[in-house]
């Protein structure tokens, strides 16, 4: 009995895992099958939609990366520190996070046809990375340098020896990794459409805006058309295979529990 009911939960959760990881693959499959719609047609569309563009910002002045002092409509940041080995890869290491930001301002994306408000405060950025490492004993761009000065939770635990003939420096590995949607750059949108407020005369703005709802996650990538599709596919492969795995395993215990397969012993 206790074999049966093992069974059934498992092959309710891997149920579940797989409903789950659909759901997160829904938006994957409408981006590879369809094409991205003009901008000027979307106040006539309703529900998901996906658009392909270039960013710019709106009504408030861009953002600049605190790393790069590159402008910018949204950006996320990091400073981690390596522990562990020295500052080298060494076993057990790991990276931990001194600081962690993001931020964004309103801005548009905009095609041949017309530009659409994007709504950043619902967003998820999939964005490439810049990342600076900095080694003990070396000296950083004026910029983070600036930044380390001016950050309370960093602080260069780094020092020097002096052996005569070579000085050797020790101390924690540190990177700066900063992910930004620059301005003018070329990006992939996948939301809801409603509507929106209508732009100035002469404007090429549509009355519409781009945004998340309860079915539909919005999401702005920085790459082409595929390369947002894996990167929405990745987080929605854990679910999938370890609801397979979970699935295949409690199918296995029910066999068993009924006594249908002879090679696991009941």
């Given amino acids: 009995m206790e074999l049966l ?67 910018c409509l949204a950006c996320t940041y990091a400073v981690e520190e390596y522990e562990g080995g020295g500052g080298q890869y060494g076993e057990g290491g790991y990276w931990k996070t001194l600081v962690e930001r993001n931020g964004a301002v309103p801005f548009l994306v905009e095609d041949e046809t017309g530009a659409v408000p994007v709504d950043h405060e619902v967003a998820e950025l999939h964005l490439s990375e810049s990342t600076y490492r900095l080694k003990p004993g070396e000296e950083p761009p004026e910029r983070i340098e600036r930044y380390i000065r001016q950050s309370e939770a960093i602080e260069r635990s780094t ?77 929605a492969l854990v679910p999938v295979l370890a609801g397979i795995l979970v699935l295949v395993v409690g199918v296995a215990i029910l066999l068993a529990a009924i006594g249908l397969t002879p090679w696991v012993a009941v």
């Fill in 5 to 71: 009911i093992g069974g059934v939960v498992a092959v309710l959760s891997g149920g579940v895992l797989l409903v789950v990881g659909a759901r997160k693959l829904r938006p994957v499959y409408r981006i590879l099958r369809e094409e991205p719609h003009p901008i000027r047609d979307l106040p006539m569309q309703d529900g998901p939609v996906e658009i392909q563009g270039t960013a710019r910002p709106d009504d408030q002045a861009p953002l600049r990366g605190p790393f790069t002092n590159t402008l």
């Fill in 159 to 235: 020092g020097s020896v002096d052996l005569l003939l070579t000085e050797v420096s020790y101390g924690d590995d540190q990177r700066f990794v900063e992910r930004r949607l620059d301005v003018g750059e070329s990006v992939h949108v996948y939301g809801t459409v409603e509507r929106g407020p209508a732009g100035e005369w002469g404007s090429d703005r549509v009355d519409a805006v781009l945004t998340a709802d309860e079915e539909t996650s919005l999401v702005v990538s920085d790459s082409a058309e595929r390369g947002t599709a894996w990167q929405l596919a990745k987080p």
